[in-house]
């Protein structure tokens, strides 16, 4: 059974750092790209950041670019999100996600598909990412 568990999250100041952890159990983690999604209060969900199987390669959401760096630890089946220079507007929940490859999902199609589309295949359960002073 395919499952996604996050650990991380909680509350920092503004200009602070988190690292977000999601580690996958129950399927052949290299085949799928991940993704980090996040859903502020009263908004949609969207994704800021993705990662590809394949080649590694990587999405970002413009407002986080340059802030947010997303990795890929394949012999440990885990991802992480480390997020820096965190602001207020970063304050939402956040869920990893994953899909699988496919031949047409790969590389940069396949970030852009899960990160920008929402193409998302599994969830992990959520957790709360809270930028305040």
């Known amino acids: 059974q395919l499952q996604l568990v996050q650990s991380g999250g909680g509350l920092v100041q503004p200009g602070g750092s988190l690292r977000l952890s999601c580690t996958a159990s129950?399927?052949?983690?290299?085949?799928?790209?991940i993704g980090w999604f996040r859903q502020a209060p009263g908004k949609e969900r969207v994704g800021v950041a993705c990662?590809?199987?394949?080649?590694?390669?990587?999405y970002y959401a413009d407002p986080v670019k340059g802030r947010f760096i997303i990795s890929r630890d394949n012999a440990k089946n885990t991802v992480h999100l480390q997020m820096n220079s965190l602001k207020i507007e970063d304050t939402g929940v956040y869920s990893c996600?994953?899909?699988?490859?496919?031949?047409?999902?790969?590389?940069?199609?396949?970030?852009?598909?899960?990160?920008?589309?929402?193409?998302?295949?599994?969830w992990g359960q959520g957790t709360q990412v809270t930028v305040s002073s």
């Open positions: 996600a994953a899909t699988q490859k496919t031949t047409a999902l790969v590389g940069t199609a396949s970030v852009l598909a899960v990160c920008g589309l929402g193409l998302v295949g599994s």
């Open positions: 129950g399927f052949t983690f290299d085949h799928y790209t």
């Open positions: 990662i590809s199987s394949v080649d590694d390669s990587v």
